[in-house]
């Protein structure tokens, strides 16, 4: 082994390496984790709000004449629509990982509209059964239930627990699975559909519908009535979220940067302790570019072993974080992200850019005798 | 090999009390030999050695090596003219305190080939410490570091041996011993040493002694 070689570096210094490398691990370690809990509330809006919407829009007028008849008539005529439901709905909450609440949607319809709303949200009973027509039951998806600490044959409602949002009792029959985080129960037979339409009725679009429908019931419905439309909920989320978020990638940003720093600098300090080894390189005649190179070989080899290390007890890690944290707070979770994982990977190249700039200033100022000569 | 012109060499040039540690120095150093630059602390030898080695900026004149002008030569020039032609051995003997002594002494040509390696080899039995080849130099005395520092120098076959004060660390019966090492490396190359100690000049064709910054007298042998 060349003595010179990066190969017998590693050899030699195997402790500082590991040091180095686990600095680097728990980092990305950091990094990533921070980044997917931050996903994770994005995912938890997307699959309470954005998802349902993308199938259906409601519209709701809660005054005594109701939705007029000839608004009724437009929607149904028009070429996006593939079917309207009346719907009476309750509000629950869910906490997100953040500690702050998301209003759930609970919807009621009859029997036939709900097996429709279960294909068209592509959810599936995994646990239970529907609930009865008129019983006081509930089929809710299975995230809602692990967030509130809930499980089939529970009983919720504020009559249970008062900071409960839904009215009186109901109990839970049916647990959900899917990708729209909802819960629904089944009004009685006799319940006419066009009487309960007047005040509250959902509208599913057709296939490749979507921006169709949002666009023209934008244009259609009164700013007295309320409208919930994909598009709407889109921009209110962005705009609730907007302080929320920037709070959260200033945290990442300044968690990122201080992290490449300290990393950038302690290898820097690693390399300044070698001083008077790369004074005597240069005085035997180790051109500054092929020192450099030899120090950015090691530096980079650390950062690889770290980013490893780090991959690994990350992936371990949010197996832990899985059942303990996500699994109990019914949280949805995604184990590689992308975003998360470039932001890890910035890390490692911050922590490269932090250290062989300073290398290579150092390299260029090193005076070579005062240095051997004097260890100055 | 080395001719000097007009040399001079000035610290803190721009300000109002510059140091002059070279004077107007004019030179010429070749042939295989053994070369001695003398003279007391803060007299400029070591100056003088380092300017010739390439590893300080002159002021003003020139020094060529081997008809080339150093001044002209670019840093990376500068870099190869030093591994290819020149060996060092500092007063400090820099060693690199996780390789070994062999690896050491490889160093200047990084390479574990068959012939360095008995070469090393070679270099530290003539100077008594072959059987160290495998310590780090943490496990070493300052006598024996100073000896990895020599091998080190000579492992290459440098065409000039540039030494800074290379016996200080000895006692006598060592520095006798080193002595006759770089003696009979100068019958094919030239050796270049700074000393304040005559004593190990004994065999040296040449010897020059410097004073404030200047030549003094240049010495002569057989």
Redesign the interface.
């Known amino acids: 082994m060349k003595p010179l070689s990066t190969l017998n570096y590693f050899k030699k210094n195997i402790k500082k390496i590991l040091i180095l490398s686990t600095s680097i691990g728990f980092a990305i370690l950091f990094i990533y984790i921070l980044s997917v809990t931050i996903k994770t509330v994005d995912l938890s809006q997307e699959l309470i709000d954005s998802n349902p919407t993308e199938h259906f829009s409601i519209i709701i007028d809660r005054t005594p004449e109701g939705i007029p008849d000839e608004i009724i008539d437009e929607i149904l005529q028009h070429p996006s629509t593939e079917r309207t439901i009346g719907i009476r709905y309750v509000n629950t909450y869910y906490t997100h990982l953040m500690g702050g609440t998301m209003g759930v949607g609970i919807w009621f319809l009859n029997e036939v509209d709900s097996l429709y709303l279960l294909d068209k949200l592509q959810l599936q009973i995994k646990e239970g059964r529907l609930p009865q027509p008129g019983a006081k039951e509930l089929a809710l998806h299975e995230l809602l239930l692990q967030n509130k600490g809930l499980r089939l044959g529970d009983k919720i409602g504020n009559s249970i627990i008062s900071t409960e949002w839904i009215p009186g009792s109901y109990e839970i029959v049916g647990v959900l699975e899917g990708e729209s985080i909802t819960g629904f129960g089944v009004l009685e037979p006799d319940v006419d559909d066009e009487l309960l339409m007047k005040n509250m009725m959902m509208i599913f679009h057709k296939d490749g519908k979507l921006d169709d429908s949002n666009r023209f019931l934008n244009e259609l419905i009164p700013k007295e009535m309320s409208l919930i439309t994909n598009k709407n909920v889109k921009e209110m989320m962005e705009e609730n979220n907007r302080a929320l978020y920037s709070v959260l990638n200033i945290t990442l940003i300044v968690a990122i940067f201080v992290l490449s720093v300290t990393i950038g600098n302690s290898t820097y300090l690693q390399f300044f302790e070698r001083k008077k080894e790369y004074a005597l390189l240069r005085a035997l005649g180790f051109s500054r570019g092929w020192i450099f190179g030899k120090a950015f070989r090691e530096i980079a080899i650390t950062s690889l072993v770290g980013l490893l290390f780090g991959v690994v007890l990350t992936g371990i890690v949010l197996v832990l974080f899985i059942f303990l944290v996500f699994a109990k707070t019914g949280a949805p979770f995604q184990l590689f992200d992308l975003r998360a994982f470039i932001n890890s990977l910035t890390i490692v190249a911050s922590a490269l850019i932090f250290c062989l700039i300073p290398v290579w200033i150092f390299l260029g100022k090193i005076n070579v005798i005062e240095t051997i000569e004097r260890g100055e | 090999m080395f001719t000097c012109r007009n040399l001079y060499l000035i610290y803190d040039e721009k300000k109002s009390d510059p140091t002059y540690a070279l004077k107007d120095i004019n030179l010429e150093l070749s042939g295989n030999k053994l070369i001695g630059i003398m003279g007391p602390s803060g007299s400029g030898k ?1 100056s003088l050695l ?1 300017a010739l080695a390439s ?2 900026d002159i002021t003003s004149g020139s020094i060529t090596y081997n008809g080339q002008p150093i001044s002209s030569m670019g ?2 020039e500068r ?6 032609d ?1 060996g ?1 051995i ?3 003997h ?1 060693l ?1 305190e ?2 070994t002594v062999l ?2 002494v ?3 040509v ?3 080939s068959k012939d360095l390696v008995n070469r090393a080899m070679e270099l530290l039995e003539k100077l008594s410490i072959g059987h160290l080849a495998n310590k780090k130099p943490a496990e070493l005395s300052v006598g024996q570091r100073q000896r990895v520092a020599i091998a080190r120098a000579l492992i290459s076959k440098p065409k000039v041996i540039f030494g ?1 004060e290379i016996t200080a660390s000895l006692d006598h019966t060592s520095a006798k011993e080193v002595m006759a090492v770089l003696n009979e490396y100068k019958k094919e190359h030239l050796v270049i040493i700074v000393t304040h100690d005559p004593t190990i000049l004994v065999g040296a064709e040449e010897i020059v002694h410097i004073w404030d910054g200047t030549i003094s007298k240049i010495e002569k042998k057989g």
Do not use: C, H, W
């Not at chain 2, 870099?79 to 290819?84: F, I, P, S, V």
């Open positions: 070591s380092y590893l300080k840093a990376g870099a190869l003219m030093r591994k290819e020149f060092f500092f007063q400090r820099f690199i996780y390789l690896q050491n490889l160093t200047p990084n390479s574990v800074d």
